[in-house]
Each structure stands twice: as C-alpha cells, then as structure tokens.
C-alpha cells in the first residue's frame, strides 16, 4: 500500500539512532566495567595496598588502552549484531526438528561464528588484562636437550579458548531461549531507572552462566584440548614445554587461581554483552509519539493512523500500537484528536483508521485460533486439502464424501500405500494458510493432529486403519510410523500435493535413525499454543485501545463517532472471546511454562496467551460497566447478547 | 478543621448505630439475632466454631526431624530450608561431626552476621520482628493476631465480598447465591489483606506471609470448595511477608509491599512477571493504596517517610514525616486528595495533587506541604456509665467511594476501660473547599476493620468487623450533592475523573444516525 521508502523512514530516522545511543552508552560503560574486572583480576587479600597501584598503573598502560580499542570494537559489533538479529515477534520451534533446524540455518551460523571470533578477542584481551602467565602465547623454554627455543603458553591458549566457547554457547543458548526477543513491558519507565533497575539481574546472570560455561568448557577442554593444541603448535611452530604441566589433565585444570580467571574472564566477556543487548532492548523499547493528525511540516505517511496499517516493519507496528494504548489511556488531548472529524468532509478518517485496523487484528487471531481449533478437535479427523469444497464436505466424513475423494486422482494411491503412511506423508503437503507461519512445524506427522489430515478416508476405505486415529495409538504401533518417516525427513515443507504420490514413499526398513528423527520430531507440549500466540502483544495493545477509547467516548466524543463501530468492536471482541475460551480447553494450552529467574531469557512471549486471556476480559468488562443498560440498545445476535448479560452480571 | 469536641456524646453501652436517615444517626438495641434475620450478610463468626493451628510449622518439624541423617543430608535441608544461615547454623551445632576448624569458622561467620543484622536491626527496628508480628504491626486491622476477621474486601462492582477468618481460610458470601465457597491453600498463611481484581468478576488476590496468591473463583460454579489448582502463586525471593497490595483501577496491574523488601513489586498477574521498583530509603514498604483514578500510588514505609508514586512513568516523590510512620491512608474518589495519618500524631493529614494524567509528567506539580485537616486529639465526654475518653491515634481511614463520608478507625487503649476503640465518621465535602464535618463518634464492641461498599446505590455503606468475630454493615441513606451519575448507577468509580465534563446527563446515548 505504501512504497518502501516510507517504512525505511521509522528504521531509519528512529530505530537506527536508537541503536546507536544505545551502543555509545555500551561503550561508555566498558571503562567503568573494565576497570572493576582488573580489580577483581588482581586481587589479593595479603596486599590489599599493592593490589591498587598495580591496578592503577596497569589502567594508565599502552596495551590496556589497546585492548580497550578492541573491546570497543567488540561491543559495537555486537550492538549491530543485536541491531541486525533483533525481533519483536519470537520464532517458536514447536519440535526439537525445528530447533536444529533454527540452530543450522546459515543466518545463525554466521552469529554463531561471529560471536566466537569476539569471545576469542575479549579473551585475548582479557589474557593481557589479567598479565602475569597468561599473557603471551609463546614463551621461551628450552627443549629436552637444552637449546632455548619458543615454547606454547597453554595458559593464554585455554583463555582464547575459553573466549570462543563462552562465545559460541552464548550465541546457542541464545537461539534456544530466544535472546533476540525483545519484549515490551507493562510498566513505562526512564531508561536511566530501567536500566538501573535490571543491572543487578543482569550481573547475577552474566555470573551464573559464566560459571555453567566454564564448567562445560573445563570438560570439553579435559577431552578434546589436545586438537587446538596440536594444531596451533604445527601452524606456529611452537613446542610444548614438557617440563610444565598439561592443562588437559585432571592436576592442570584443578587450578583453583586459573579456573577464577577464567570465570571472572568469563563473566566480564558476558556482562558487557548483555548490558549492550540490555541498553537496546531499553531503547528500542522506549514509546515513540506519532502525530494523530499531519500538521503542515510532517508527512501524512508518518502519521498514527496511517502507520498503524503498515505491516512492516514489525517494529513500527508495534510501536505504533504501544503508542495508541498509550494514548487510550492516558492522554485526553490526543484521544480528542482521534474523534476529530475531518476538515472539509467531516468524516472521522482517524477513528475509522484506528478502528479498522484494531478490529482486523482480532478478526485475524479469531481466525487463526478457530482453524487451529478445528484441525485439532477433530483430532485428526482430516479434511481435505485440495479445494476449500472438499475440505467441508470431507470432514463430515459421510461416505459420499469418501466417494468423492476418491474419484479424484489420489485415492488410487491409497489402495496400495498402507492408508497411514499415505495420511501422514501428504499432511506434509500444504500448510493451511493461516496457521503455517505461526506454527512453523506443522509439517511433522506428530507435532499435532492438525495433520493428519485423511483418516476420514483411512476410516471407510480402509476399516483395518479405523483405530489409528489417536495420536498415543500411532505412536504405540512403531510399524506403523516409522515406515513413512524417510519420506517425512526427505520431504521439504513447501511440498506441492502434486509431489507427493510418489514412488519413493514405498514403505522401506524402519531404520535407526529415521526412528531417531521421528522420536525427536515429536511436539515440545504447549509450544504450538505459545506459536499461535506469538505476537498477541499487538493483539493486547489493540484491545485495551478500543477498550479505552470506547470507554473514554461515553463522555469524550462529541460527534457519535464511536457509536457506529461499537457493534462490530463488541462482537469482534466476543467472538475472540469465545474463541479464546475453546482454545484453553485444549490439553497444554493452560499448561504455565517453567521458568528461572538466572537467565536473561524474556519469557514474556511465554505467557502471553494468558495476557491476552485476561486483557480481553478486562476490555469487555471496561466496556460493559462503562455504557451499562445502555449496551441494550446495540443491535447483536441473540447469542452474543446473551454473553454480553453474563459480562453485565459480572458472571464471567 | 475540626476535632472531636464538635461530636455528640457516645452511644451508652448496649446501644450500636443502625443507620443513617434523614441526616442523622439512628441507633438501637445491641439485639444481634433479630438482625441476624433481618440482613442477610451481617455474619458471625464465633471464635469457637474455628479449628485453629495447635502448632506452627516449625515446631512440629523439630518433632519428625530425623537426627540419624547423616551431616550432608542435614546440611543440604538447612541450606534448602533456612539458606546461608540456616546451613552455618546446622554446621555449627554438629561440632562433634565436622572438623574443628570448620565448625568454628562457621560460628565466627554466623557471629559476624548476626552482629551485622543487630546494626541493620538498630537502624530499622522492624526487621527483627517475626514475621507475624510484623504483620500485626503493619497492618490496617486493629490487632491483628487477635482478630478473627483478619481481612475483608467488597467486589468493586457486585454485591460479593470476601473474609478472611483467623484459620486462615478465605470464604465468600453473594447475596444471590447460597453457596460460600471456602478457599483454602497450603501457602496461605497470615493472610493480611484481600482484595478483588476491577473489572473482572474472579480474580481475587491474597496477601500470605511467604507470596502473594491469585484465586480464581468461577462466580458460576457450584464448587464450595475450589481446588488450589485454581490460585496463581506469585512469589519472588526476599519478597515476603507480604503486608499490603493494591490493584490498579484498570485492573491491569497488582502492586505489593513487604516490610523487609526496599522494593515494591508491579506484578503483570496473568504473566507472572514482575517489575521490582526500587528505592533504598524507609527500609521497606508497609502500605499501599492506589488513587480510584489510577494516577498515583501512596507507599508507605517503616521509618519516618512515605512517597506517592505516579504510575505513567513510575517515579515517585519523597514526604519525609517529623514524627513517626504514615500509618494509613486513603484518596479521594477523583484522585485529587490524599488523606494521611501518622503514627504517633493524632490528626488527619491532606495532600492535593492537581496534575492530571493528561499533563506530561514531568509536568506535574505536586503538593507544597501537607495541611492538618482533622484533629482527633482526646476528647473525655460525660456518660451515665461514666466518663469516656475519644481519641487518640488513629489505626486505618476509610473514605467513601462518592467522597461524602469518611470513616476513622481510633486505637483507643485496650488497657484502660473508658478509652475505647471507637469508629468516628466525618460528612465531608469536597468541592468548592475541602472541609471535614464531625458527625458521628460509635462506640462498640471493638471494632477492628472497616471498608466501604464500593458501589452503594442510596449513600455508602460501612462494613465493620467486630472483635467478636460479627461483621456488620451501617447504611449511611443520603443524597449525593456532587456528580449525579444517570445511568452509571453501577459502574466503578470511573478512572479519569478530572477530564470528564460533570454532565452525564445531557448526553443522550445511541442517537439515531443520519448518514
């Protein structure tokens, strides 16, 4: 609708700047952080005085301001990474699949890779920071018959080391808790209290996980350091000093003074990382006030109404609506401007604007959550794919229906195939436009039983297939599964159904691996509830500001602007309602999700099928009590009104 | 301002205040079974009819602990059970098992803390209190301990409230309905306040001493016993006991406070996530109260100070008290007025905040200085039974939901017999000035908590919970002199205030469109 230049205009007027203060403040804080971290470092009970010169010259020293440069350097590229990775929107796995898949895909390997390569130079710098026997890779020792010659520091090499693997698992534990998932708070606060606010979690964190990562590191070093050892002592023709200790020994890694270094190493490297992720979450986060109205000097394309139908960036929308809940509810001057009717007309564009688009949001969800409903309560009773007539009359699971289908060319598969193997390899097919990009891997036979998408034909035309209608029964008959389960991994999600009847869906040896795969494809419980809710942040926001602003017209809008749209915002909401009440009879959908407290993770995205649950109660309820006996004479179907009695009894 | 030598004299005993009418008290014979019958939601709760905690937990772990365990299993539950402490504690006293050197570095170590919280102790005396006596000390209920109703609360829009009883079970009654149902949770001990979630019909939060617990209680369902499967437990480390919370007008938000935690909790309850806000001055949180238009939050704290948060931006500014502790207060129904008492003071404070929550807010002005508005210093008055000491300090405030009366909860003296605690109402009126008009000074059995209906049709309605376990409700019949609220007759006290025009009723609703 809108060309492209005027998305770039938000990414590139506000957001950009926001990452940019927000990585100026990273790298201002890295004096401060360093400063602490040679303290730490150097620290001695027996010379408290000592340790303070020393820390003092060593601050005032060349090679520290060098590696202040490259620190600097590191946070920058971090904050872009942060910058380039970001997403307000969290990609759920709903199986384990879909998790390996997240962690191999090329964009992550290049993170990956990134994030090793500075946890490589942060432990550099940390090695000369620290001094002493870390600090250089070579050193000179003299070999066995007495000639002096460079030997390899395997101290310095354990804290490159160290750097890479506390980088790189970083990088992975961030895919697996969706570090980039940038949520937006309930509460509004300065980014100065804000920030000052979570310090001490981040601190606590950066500490904890640096503990867990050292350890992981001392074993997979126990085990396997001997490789980089080697190797860098090939490439850099250095020698190992057989006089020192192995550090790939249990008496070499028992170094109470080396495994400090490295966490405290460990902890400084994470903490500047996450306080850069932090301040940009902070600042990418912070409300933006559009103009509701252009006045002369804006363009109209930046305006409230107008931004809010753009669909993208994601950011731009959600920041937009944060904006209009904002105003909703605080701010009476600008809701004023929202019921303003135009100029020369007199039409409420604004309002018109602002309610369309709030309403198309829910009727969006509605519909989602009503396809994923019917695909799973009829518990895999299918429906077929090809045409939307045939998926009606099909999952009535009539016998003409079945007649039907197979007049139509892929039935003739079936009589040969083993039903089941037909049924789950063609779910693979086409997605179900609504629900596939929220539920990334409705493709895998078991993820859920929106799939399995022909047991009306398994039922009739098959009778011996009849009880394979439960997911646990298919899961119990490993014959009956794994058959299919090589067509399944060699099939990509993108399947037209025209490829599916092919040959090499013959049923083969179940073999090891395909049993593997197939075990671990298997849904994550309650992930694809969490997927279908993946962006109801936009959905909440769009709520409480109709809720808000309907509330606010009873006194507030002068023209009636509102009162022609509070029929279908009401219905919508209590369709949405009523959608949302079948949702959370579904098993795992009101299951709460496991949480600690020692990780940046942000498991807002978790539970917001329950924000958005009590949100949309709490908006009718708002709407309800402010109008009152009112709401009688809003014309609505006889069910609805019959709801709308519960809300006004406050028996909901 | 006003004190009490402008009251009438106290009721003689026997006598209890029934209603007002027609701008005046009247009063009748203490005859409880007749109005038993006659109103169906005075209740009773004798003391007797309650199973009580024999022995608290603590005292019965003491009993099945097994001591043959060997030191690591013991040192892992003191670790788990009482922490960092408890782990030193259980090293120190098995000497005989551990090496000499560790038992005696852990009984430095222990020494030291100790010593360390004595001087936190002397900088904050309340941190040394149990944690029952703190909740005693901090809460709004007049002694607390002794109480057999410990917490009530009215549904800000039905006709439904809860009580919480010294078994610590939670009960609520409907006039509409026979079933009550009982909720009882393993964590839900020394409840301290209650109170119902706006705009929703369930949600109840309860304030125990380790967390905070969310019931939902299906107002359709027939269960008179709903499972603890149906309370959200909110807890967070150091955030215990938790003394007082308050829900945010919108209903979108719970605050919390404990006395031991310098930071107040915002919790997203249907989340469970929460934002601490932090300042370190006070030492703690002790009480909340959220203005009915949502814009600001009063905080008080153990020391001599107390702030009023304003929720758009979350910051808060700071009232440092001459005397003692704010020990309650409460808002005006536009969120205006702030009304506060001190402990150790006997007078009633008023604050007037004139920012609304349309001004950006930074800039909003507070409030200079506070001004005395009532002062309810002892007053003896003459009684056929003897004199009859009124005053002193003050225990909780009460105002009602249509700003016309307000109900002070006096102390009195437990110990001396003519010093009754008593409940003094004030008529009070808002616009164009802000005065206190005494009118009412009761006398009763004790009465220990007070709250108004929220949404009373005729005038408010007082509910008083009495030392004998009796809750009673006083109907104040009167019209309304301010906002006459056509067709709102049961909406909450509707948030943004300030900005709506006074006329309800020259707006016609659902005009008929010509397009």
């Known amino acids: ?652 | 301002m006003c004190s009490l030598a402008l009251f009438p004299p106290p009721l003689p005993s026997g006598q209890t205040t029934l209603c007002e009418s027609n701008n005046e008290l009247l009063s009748g014979a203490n005859n409880s079974e007749a109005r038993q019958d006659s109103s169906p939601l005075s209740l009773h709760f004798p003391r007797e009819s309650l199973k009580l905690h024999s022995r608290t937990e603590s005292s019965s772990k003491a009993a099945f602990l097994d001591h043959s365990e060997t030191l690591w299993m013991r040192s892992a539950a003191a670790w788990r059970d009482g922490g960092f402490t408890g782990l030193l504690n259980e090293i120190t006293t098995s000497h005989a098992e551990v090496p000499k050197w560790l038992s005696v570095t852990s009984g430095c170590i222990l020494a030291l803390l100790r010593w360390v919280s004595s001087f936190h102790g002397s900088l904050y005396p309340h941190v040394t209190l149990s944690s029952e006596d703190m909740i005693a000390e901090f809460s709004q209920v007049l002694n607390w301990s002794d109480c057999v109703v410990r917490a009530f609360a009215w549904h800000p829009h039905t006709d439904k409230f809860a009580v919480t009883l010294l078994d610590d079970s939670i009960k609520i009654y409907n006039p509409k309905s026979a079933i009550s149902p009982t909720l009882k949770h393993r964590l839900q001990k020394n409840v301290a306040a209650v109170q119902w979630k706006p705009l929703c019909a369930s949600a109840l939060a309860v304030a125990c001493q380790n967390c905070l617990l969310v019931w939902n209680v299906d107002p359709c369902s027939l269960s008179t016993r709903p499972s603890s499967g149906c309370a959200q437990v909110l807890s967070h480390p150091g955030h215990s006991p938790v003394t007082s919370i308050a829900w945010s007008p919108s209903g979108s938000l719970l605050v919390s406070a404990s006395p031991l935690d310098t930071s107040m909790m915002v919790w997203d309850v249907a989340a469970e996530s929460c934002v601490p806000l932090q300042r370190v001055g006070g030492g703690g949180v002790t009480f909340l109260s959220w203005s009915p238009d949502g814009s600001h939050i009063l905080a008080s704290t153990p020391s001599a100070l107390f702030r009023v948060w304003e929720t758009r931006m979350w910051t808060c500014e700071r009232w440092p008290c001459i005397k003692g502790r704010c020990q309650s207060g409460c808002w005006s129904p536009d969120g205006s007025r702030l009304l506060f008492t001190v402990q150790g003071e006997m007078v009633i404070y008023a604050l007037t905040f004139s920012g609304s929550p349309g001004v950006p807010p930074g800039l909003v002005k507070g409030p200079q200085i506070a001004v005395v508005v009532a002062d309810l210093s002892e007053t003896t008055f003459n009684s056929p039974d003897g004199d009859i000491i009124v005053g002193g300090e003050i225990q909780s405030l009460s105002w009602d939901p249509r700003g016309e009366r307000l109900a002070v909860l006096l102390k009195g003296d437990p110990g001396a017999a003519n010093r009754p605690a008593i409940i003094a109402v004030f008529k009070t009126r808002a616009n164009p000035v802000f005065e206190l008009l005494p009118w009412y000074g009761e006398p009763g059995a004790e009465p220990r908590l007070l709250q108004f209906h929220p949404n009373f049709q005729h005038g408010a309605l007082l509910t008083v919970c009495w030392s004998s376990g009796k809750i009673t409700h006083i109907p104040f019949y009167f019209l309304s002199s301010g906002v006459s609220q056509v067709g709102l007759s049961r909406s909450p006290p509707l948030p943004h205030q300030q900005e709506r025009p006074a006329d309800f009723s020259n707006q016609s609703l659902f005009t008929e469109l010509i397009s």
């Open chain 1, 1 to 652: 609708m809108f060309p492209s230049e005027t998305s770039c205009w938000f990414i590139r007027k506000v957001i950009w700047w926001r990452a940019a203060a927000s990585i100026a403040w990273s790298v201002l804080l890295l004096p401060p952080t360093t400063a602490v971290f040679v303290f730490l470092s150097k620290f001695s009970f027996l010379h408290p005085i000592q340790t303070i010169s020393e820390c003092l010259s060593l601050l005032m020293s060349s090679c520290l301001i060098f590696s202040f440069i490259l620190l600097g350097g590191v946070v920058i590229m971090v904050g872009f990474l942060n910058l380039e990775y970001y997403t307000v929107i969290p990609t759920i796995a709903c199986s384990k699949i879909a998790l390996l898949g997240q962690l191999l895909h090329p964009r992550q390997v290049v993170s990956s890779v990134a994030h090793c390569l500075m946890g490589v130079i942060v432990g550099w710098c940390c090695a000369v920071t620290v001094g002493n026997r870390y600090k250089t890779l070579g050193c000179p020792c003299k070999s066995s018959d007495g000639v002096p010659q460079m030997g390899l520091n395997e101290y310095h090499l354990v804290f490159l080391l160290a750097g890479a693997f506390v980088g790189f698992s970083h990088s992975l534990l961030g895919v697996t808790h969706n570090i980039n998932y940038v949520s937006f708070h309930a509460v509004q606060q300065y980014k100065y209290l804000h920030f000052k606010g979570s310090l001490p979690l981040v601190l606590k964190c950066s500490a904890i996980q640096a503990f867990y990562s050292i350890r992981n590191f001392a074993v997979a070093y126990f085990f396997l350091g001997y490789i980089p050892k080697t190797w860098i002592c090939k490439t850099l023709n250095l020698h190992l000093d057989s006089s020192v200790h192995r550090l790939d020994s249990i008496t070499g890694l028992v170094d109470l003074s080396l495994l400090y270094h490295l966490w405290i190493s460990a902890t400084f490297l994470l903490f500047t990382w996450y306080i850069t992720l932090l301040l940009f979450r902070i600042f990418v986060t912070e409300v933006y006030s559009f103009p509701v109205q252009p006045t002369f000097t804006q363009d109209p394309h930046q305006c409230l109404p107008r931004v809010l139908t753009d669909q993208q960036p994601m950011i731009l929308k959600f920041l937009a609506l944060q904006d209009l809940a904002l105003l909703s509810k605080h701010s009476p001057s600008r809701r004023g401007e929202v019921f303003s009717l135009s100029q020369p007309g007199g039409h409420p564009h604004n309002w018109n604007a602002v309610s369309r688009e709030c309403l198309a949001l829910l009727a969006d969800l509605t519909q989602r959550l009503v396809a994923y409903h019917e695909t799973v309560a009829t518990n895999g009773r299918a429906k077929s794919l090809s045409s939307g007539s045939e998926r009606k009359t099909s999952s009535d699971t009539s016998l003409t229906s079945c007649a039907e289908d197979l007049v139509s060319p892929r039935p003739t598969f079936l009589t040969k195939t083993p039903a089941s193997v037909f049924a789950r390899s063609f779910a693979g097919g086409p997605h179900s436009p609504l629900t596939a990009p929220f539920t990334p891997d409705l493709d895998s036979p078991f993820s859920s039983p929106t799939l399995r998408r022909f047991p009306g034909l398994v039922d009739q035309c098959s009778p011996w297939h009849g009880s394979v209608q439960s997911p646990h029964i298919m899961r119990r008959a490993p014959k009956l599964w794994s058959t299919s389960a090589e067509s399944q991994v060699s099939s990509s999600p993108p399947r037209s159904p025209a490829s599916v009847p092919s040959p090499k869906q013959e049923p083969t040896k179940p073999s090891f691996v395909a049993q593997f795969l197939q075990n671990r494809k298997e849904q994550l419980p309650e992930a694809s509830s969490q997927a279908l809710f993946a962006d109801s942040q936009a959905h909440i926001w769009a709520l409480e500001a109709l809720s808000y602003l309907v509330q606010a017209s009873f006194t507030e809008d002068q023209f009636g602007v509102v009162q022609t749209t509070l029929p279908s915002i009401l219905s919508s909401m209590l369709h949405l309602q009523e959608a949302v009440d079948r949702h959370f009879k579904l098993p795992h959908a009101s299951s709460k999700p496991v949480r600690s407290a020692n990780s940046m993770e942000d498991f807002t995205y978790k539970t917001l099928r329950f924000a958005l649950r009590a949100t949309l109660k709490t908006a009718i309820y708002r709407i309800t009590t402010t109008f009152g006996s009112h709401l009688n004479a809003v014309q609505m179907s006889a069910e609805h009104r019959k709801r709308l009695q519960q809300f006004l009894e406050f028996k909901e």
